[in-house]
């Protein structure tokens, strides 16, 4: 059983539903401001969108709702889900818990979220974000949150590794405009974020937008605000039985973009790597059997 359905706003990307004009233009307003801006009164959902009331009512029934007070009750629930702090997950599942071992019940939640959140990803913007992370003119900034700082560890080390122009900004927000100061237009600023938000990471990605950067995100299937400002956003789902949230589809996702860049730029990847192993060498970093 998958812990989490699919988001209203993972359903207003897919596909495979048929939208007419005035539908997808209402569904573009909507993830402009998303979730707020499902929130209102179904007038004013309509007003913002610029099309009728029966337009409104016509595409949250394409989605799969009876009516829009359904709708606006999923978009609740979301709301609550991105907001929820580790002592609230617990409880939830906690009750709901089944009698295997967690070891079974976990990988079966992992599994599932690998699978929605593959079937979701842009193919387009994996190889669109790949291709920009291997152009060796733009220096790269990585940076993370109190939890995704981790996440951003791993993959500055590897991006390190593979090329030059590589910026760490650690999760001391209050050392950010120090790097925001050597930031260039078209330089790349990857964000981590995942619920609960942090509002200095919103800010950052302003700050960076404003400075002409291209800005690659990662963050949940409710996605961070950063989104608005994202130019690419990879949303993971994250949900696990447990008070913390999973990062094995982020990771899943990092180290498939990391095998990729790698392989694009190998030549100078391979000199670099081997310059890298003499210098481990005459430091005796690593053992030698």
Not at 102 to 108: A, G, H, K, M, S
Not at 143 to 171: C, P, W
Request: a neutral charge.
């Amino acid at each position: 059983m998958p812990i989490d359905h699919e988001t209203i706003s993972e359903r207003l990307r897919n596909t495979n539903i048929r939208l007419t004009r005035a539908e997808q233009q209402l569904a573009s307003s909507i993830l402009d401001n998303y979730p707020i801006s499902g929130l209102g009164s179904i007038t004013v959902v309509a007003k913002n969108a610029d099309v009728s009331t029966p337009t409104v009512v016509r595409m949250v029934r394409k989605l799969g709702f009876d009516g829009f007070p359904q709708f606006q009750a999923e978009l609740r629930r979301e709301v609550e889900a991105s907001l929820t702090n580790p002592i609230s997950k617990h409880e939830k599942w906690a009750d709901k818990a089944p009698d295997e071992h967690i070891l079974n019940r976990f990988t079966e939640a992992v599994i599932e979220n690998i699978e929605q959140s593959l079937r979701q990803i842009d193919h387009t913007a994996f190889d669109n974000a790949c291709k920009l992370l291997s152009e060796p003119d733009r220096h790269v900034f990585v940076v993370g949150g109190r939890i995704t700082s981790a996440l951003a560890d791993y993959f500055f080390m590897h991006l390190q590794m593979i090329r030059k122009g590589i910026s760490n900004m650690e999760g001391r927000s209050n050392s950010w405009p120090h790097f925001i100061l050597d930031m260039k237009r078209g330089d790349i600023l990857i964000i981590f974020d995942i619920r609960r938000y942090e509002n200095s990471t919103i800010k950052l990605a302003e700050l960076a937008k404003e400075r002409d950067l291209k800005v690659i995100l990662f963050t949940d299937q409710w996605r961070s605000p950063v989104s608005k400002f994202a130019d690419i956003c990879f949303s993971n789902r994250i949900s696990a039985p447990s008070a913390w949230d999973s990062s094995v589809t982020i990771m899943l996702l990092m180290e498939a973009m990391v095998a990729e860049i790698q392989k694009q730029i190998w030549n100078k990847t391979r000199d670099r790597v081997e310059e890298l192993e003499e210098l481990f060498d005459r430091t005796r970093f690593f053992r030698k059997f």
